[in-house]
C-alpha cells in the first residue's frame, strides 16, 4: 500500500535515520502515526517490530522474559541426574526468551530494524522509565546477564494520541513531530491511491465533507483511515456523488459512537454537497 507522506513527516523521519535518535509521533487517532512507521520499515526493507501498549504494559512483555516452564524442566532433570544447578545455570541465554524491544537490540541483520512502540501514552507512567536506557543508550541491562547493546541502533518509532501527557525525561530522548489531518488535496490523493475504484466526484465531496464534520463536536473525529472506509462503502455501494441515503447507510465507517451518529447526521442538512440533504 502506498503512503503519501506530508514534508514535515517526512523530514522527521529523516532526522531520525541520520541523527539515529527515537521519534516521537503525536497527533489525532487516524493521522497516520502507525502507518508512518510501517511505511518507514517497507522503504528500508527491513523488519518492523511492534510493540502495542496497553495499561499494566510490564518489562516482561516489552523488554524481556525467562521461560520459566524450561527452567523448571531443567530442575526436575538436574534432581534426577543428582546434578546441581546454580543461578547462573538457570538464567542463562538459553533460558530467555526476546520480547519487542530486545529483539530490537539484538537485531544482526545489515539494516536496523524499525521498533514502533505504538500508543505509548496508553501505558502506566512507570513503564515510560523502564524505556530510559534503551532510548537513550539503545541497551537493556539484564541483571543476570549484563548490558546488551546495539550494534546498530534500531530506528524507534514512538506514538501518542495525547490521552495523558509522557514524562519530560521521555521527551528529552526523542525528536517530535505533531501529524495534522491531511489538508484536503493530500487527503483527495490519498483516496485516490487507496480507492482507486471511487471517482473523482466523489472523492472530492466526501473529504470536504468529512473537512467539515471534523470540526464538530464529536467524541471521535474520523481520521484518514475512517475516511477511506467510508469511500470504499460508499464505492462499493456503486456511488458516483454524496447522497443523503448512501451517506446514512455507510455512517458506521466513520461515526463510532452514537452521539456522534446523530452529531454528522444533524450536520448532512448544513452540508450542500450531500444531495437531497435538505429533504
Excluded at 508512518?36 to 502495542?52: E, F, G, M
Excluded at 510490564?58 to 543461578?87: F, H, M
Excluded at 495534522?180 to 473523482?200: K, T, W
Aim: glycine residues 6%; negative net charge; charged residues 25%.
Amino acid at each position: 500500500m502506498d503512503y503519501l507522506v506530508d514534508e514535515g513527516t517526512a523530514s522527521a523521519l529523516f532526522f531520525a535515520l541520520t541523527l539515529g535518535q527515537p521519534l516521537l509521533l503525536e497527533g489525532e487517532p487516524g493521522v497516520g502515526k502507525t502507518t508512518a512507521a510501517k511505511a518507514l520499515a517497507r522503504a528500508l526493507v527491513t523488519p518492523l517490530i511492534r510493540l502495542q501498549c496497553y495499561e499494566g504494559l510490564t518489562a516482561s512483555e516489552a523488554l524481556y522474559e525467562w521461560n520459566y516452564q524450561r527452567q523448571l524442566l531443567a530442575i526436575r532433570l538436574a534432581e534426577s541426574r543428582r546434578d546441581n544447578l546454580t543461578d547462573a545455570d538457570l538464567f542463562s541465554e538459553e533460558f530467555l526468551q526476546e520480547r519487542p524491544i530486545l529483539r530490537a537490540v539484538r537485531h544482526s541483520g545489515p539494516v536496523p530494524p524499525v521498533l514502533l512502540i505504538d500508543e505509548i501514552d496508553r501505558a502506566d507512567d512507570e513503564f515510560e522509565a523502564l524505556l530510559f536506557e534503551f532510548l537513550g543508550e539503545a541497551s537493556i541491562t539484564i541483571p543476570e546477564l549484563g548490558t546488551f547493546t546495539a550494534k546498530r541502533r534500531p530506528i524507534v518509532i514512538l506514538t501518542s494520541n495525547r490521552s495523558r501527557d509522557l514524562h519530560d525525561a521521555l521527551r528529552r530522548r526523542c525528536l517530535y513531530h505533531w501529524i495534522d489531518f491531511p489538508a484536503a488535496e493530500r487527503a483527495a490523493e490519498i483516496l485516490r491511491r487507496s480507492v482507486p475504484a471511487a471517482n473523482e466526484t466523489l472523492i472530492r465531496s466526501a473529504t470536504e465533507f468529512v473537512g467539515r464534520v471534523r470540526l464538530l463536536d464529536l467524541d471521535k473525529a474520523p481520521g484518514m483511515a475512517e475516511t477511506i472506509d467510508w469511500v470504499s462503502a460508499l464505492s462499493a455501494l456503486g456511488a458516483t456523488e454524496l447522497v443523503r441515503e448512501d451517506v446514512v447507510r455507510t455512517l458506521s465507517t466513520i461515526a463510532k459512537t452514537p452521539d456522534d451518529r446523530d452529531a454528522i447526521t444533524g450536520a448532512l442538512d448544513q452540508v450542500g454537497h450531500a444531495r437531497g440533504a435538505t429533504a
